[in-house]
């Protein structure tokens, strides 16, 4: 009976929030200094033109891997490793090609390293790290091999050892990030599961885990508003015989265990739209949603019938409990209030007459 959870909002629309808008201002970002770059004379125009069109098709390609939902098939969702290997590549292209401008190009490595700092774990960060590491080294190696007249040896030396430095820190901060972000995961998950016992507190009676009245009046009142449009309702109210003399006889503590056991018992007998939920002391309501008078009867009766031939744990085997049920239909523009007195009153029919028995407020055949 608890109401309907809202949805998450499908994925696509979750793509102009976080990492991906993010991602995509950042590749812009980098197209713009490498134009800037190449308006300064530092790269070949062409160099410049080749990289705008391969940003593109990389952040159109995993735009459409998220907008699809394709990205739920990978061990990582967030593909932050293969967009920054994309990325490091992409750099690495131009980094080669405008050799007088390389610490600017080297800015861009850190910055699409730092999308994984908030992202990956240490071991994914060292990874990364590497590879950039590697793709500089290549292109320091590759413009010694064929620009020798443009490398600086001891210079690109210094530059790969600073790389090496940022990159090391970078990794080491996103591993301190990983564990706040693994401390928060937790926190936010008993958070929730507090949340979830707070709620059930509110809901359900300590001692039994039936309904308490007070969330026992708000289902009431969504089961008459659907009575209303026509649905049927039936109220049986249920009360424990002799309960007094169980709890001076035997003790509170096997007083409890009969209430706990009854709700249980009665419960077993409900389909999933039913309710029970503990009245007051010793007696319980049974709502039957989208049920009839004489429907409610024959359930009234064979939850009579179970608890007067079940063995309570914490009787003696010979003591046996039964239970007296009054069961009346909710009416049109009745209030729920008017329905329990009936309710209750053909309880109280059912005790004078013997106990251990079910009436009802107005025979089925009557109705």
Known sequence: MRPPQPEAPPQAQRLRKGGVALALAASAVTVAITLLVEQAGYIPAGAAATYGVAVAVICAAFYALFATGLNRKFADPSLTAPLLVAAGVAVSYVAYH????RA???????????????????????????????????????????????TDVRRELFRIIAFAVVLGWMAYMGSYVASLRETL?????????????????????????????RHMMSLLAVEAARAQRGASLSLCLADMDNFKEINDTYGHLAGDAVLRQFAAMANAQ?????????FGGEEFLVALSQTALAGAALVAERVRAVVAAASIVGLPAERRVTVSIGVAQH???????????????????????????VICADPPEAR
């Open 98 to 101: 405008g050799a007088e401008a």
């Open 104 to 150: 600017a190009f080297m800015a861009m490595y850190v910055m699409a390293f730092s999308f994984g700092v908030f992202t990956l774990r240490l071991r994914g960060l060292v990874a990364v790290a590497v590879f950039y590491l590697a793709c500089y080294a290549a292109v320091a190696g590759l413009s010694l091999l064929w620009r020798p007249e443009l």
């Open 331 to 357: 009416r049109p523009g009745e209030s729920i209030e008017a329905t329990l007195q009936r309710a209750d009153a053909a309880l109280y029919k059912a005790k004078d007459q013997g106990r251990n028995r």
């Open 185 to 213: 995961r937790l926190a936010a998950q008993q958070l929730r599961a507090a949340l979830e016992r707070a709620e059930a507190l509110a809901q359900r009676d300590g001692l039994t885990g039936a309904y308490n009245r």
């Open 270 to 278: 409900l389909r999933a739209t039913d309710f029970v939920a503990r």
